[in-house]
């Protein structure tokens, strides 16, 4: 089995393909990694939450990380990390297209609203918060793989 480096344009197919990584951000003493679904257009990865810690720590400093895998038979693998910014798509004129735009990217993938939509230790049936639709451009991206 032999490590290879994956092309821009393989890492690009890779993301384009899949649904679920982990996004990372910086916490106030710890890197903050959480799983998350996402969608990929145009060097943008899209995706969706409810107000939260991430949302907090992403707000005080809009660079994060990002990184999908896939694991195959024979031991082989993937592995697709991107270095970008974060960008809010707020609920206003401004970004009103860019949010719909989103929202039909993610919609067209199963459970796309999971894990984002959970309220954490909540067991009650109080309305939620409004969602959040955001991006992450791509800064830097690189990708590793087994052949």
Not at 105 to 121: D, I, M, T, V
């Amino acid at each position: 089995m032999q490590l290879r480096e994956m092309t821009d344009n393989a890492c690009i197919e890779f993301l384009a393909s899949h649904m679920f990584g982990h996004l990372g951000c910086s916490g106030e003493q710890y890197p903050y990694i959480v799983p998350i679904h996402y969608a990929y257009e145009g060097r943008r990865l899209f995706m969706f939450s409810m107000p939260g810690l991430k949302i907090d720590r992403l707000r005080a400093n809009p660079l994060a990380s990002f990184h999908a895998e896939e694991f195959g038979q024979d031991r082989k693998w993937k592995s697709v990390l991107v270095h970008g910014r974060f960008e809010e798509l707020t609920d206003t004129p401004a970004h009103r297209d860019e949010r719909i735009h989103a929202w039909s990217l993610l919609e067209k993938r199963a459970f796309w609203w999971e894990p984002g939509s959970f309220n954490f230790g909540a067991d009650t049936d109080e309305p939620l918060d409004a969602p959040i639709f955001f991006s992450l451009s791509i800064e830097v991206l690189s990708g590793r793989e087994t052949i």
